[in-house]
């Protein structure tokens, strides 16, 4: 760097640590997705493999334990790496309560993530091309998961889950935001609550980003740090009409300050 000014080598260090910078946030991001499907794949096959020799009893909280714990490692290594900040301790408030049916916001596909890795006791409806899944599924039907394609089975199934004492996972919008704050609600998670006769809680998901929402392509990488926020709303009963009380939380989810507060466009908004 001979001949340049103080200036042109300050500006040429710059470019260097930015090139840098952006180089270790790809390798650390797509590294712990390689990390995830890996820890997944390994848990599904061991999952596979011990299904049929557990009783119920035994396999469903092993399941659900399982899956807690290799999501929690995910995101501890992620918060290690200082791409991803975490506060999801409101969680922990729950993790004692039994027969509940857990409703958050969807903003992205990491959601059930960063619920499931603080509470024991979850089951979740899932789709059944995850059930069958090479990566996921194995860990999912062991962990007692209900997949959707039968909406009569998944409904008595849910139901019976829930009375069971399990904390069943229900996105009420049934797919990620669309257009923040909220997609509209579906029914089915309302008909599953009055069926079992258990609580409702409402808990909101909090980000500065749009990684991983609906259409985000999975190369793309996003701005860091990622924020996610969680924190716990009101716990509701069904009593009346189901659609009655559709309308009534969708409204409430609506009236939510925090929640996707970025657009498609904006998503470098912070929290």
């Known amino acids: 760097m001979m001949g340049m000014t103080p200036a042109a080598v300050r500006s040429s260090f710059n470019r260097i640590a930015a090139l840098l910078k952006h180089l270790y946030e790809y390798i650390v991001l797509y590294g712990g997705l390689l990390l995830f499907a890996l820890m997944c ?23 659900q334990l399982a899956i807690m714990a290799v999501f929690r490692f995910y995101l501890s290594v992620l918060k290690i790496t200082g791409i991803v900040h975490l506060d999801l301790s409101a969680l922990d408030a729950l993790r004692d309560d039994r027969s509940l049916i857990i409703a958050p916001n969807h903003p992205s596909l990491i959601d059930v993530v960063l619920i499931a890795s603080r509470l024991p006791h979850i089951v979740c409806i899932m789709k ?9 599924g194995g860990g999912a039907r062991l ?4 997949r959707n394609d039968a909406p009569k089975d998944m409904i008595r199934l849910a139901a019976a889950a829930a009375r069971a ?13 669309l257009v923040p704050p909220v997609n509209d609600f579906k029914g089915g998670f309302g008909l ?3 069926k079992a006769g258990v609580p409702v809680q409402t808990v909101f998901i909090e980000t500065n980003s749009p990684f991983l929402g609906k259409g985000w392509a999975l190369l793309k990488k996003p701005d860091f740090p990622l924020i ?15 659609k009655t009380f559709i309308a009534e939380l969708e409204q409430y989810f609506r009236q939510q300050p925090g929640i996707q507060n970025f657009t498609r466009e904006d998503g470098e908004k912070s929290l």
């Open 165 to 177: 004492g399990n904390q069943l996972l229900i996105f009420p919008e049934g797919t990620r935001t």
């Open 228 to 242: 996610y926020r969680v924190r716990l709303g009101q716990r509701f009963e069904v009593q009346g009409e189901v």
């Open 128 to 136: 059944a091309s995850i059930w069958d899944n090479l990566f996921l």
């Open 143 to 146: 962990a007692g998961y209900i």
């Open 41 to 63: 794949l390994v848990w599904s096959l061991i999952a596979t493999a011990l299904a049929p020799f557990l009783p119920r009893k035994i396999a469903a909280p092993l399941g």
């Open 192 to 194: 599953i609550a009055k």
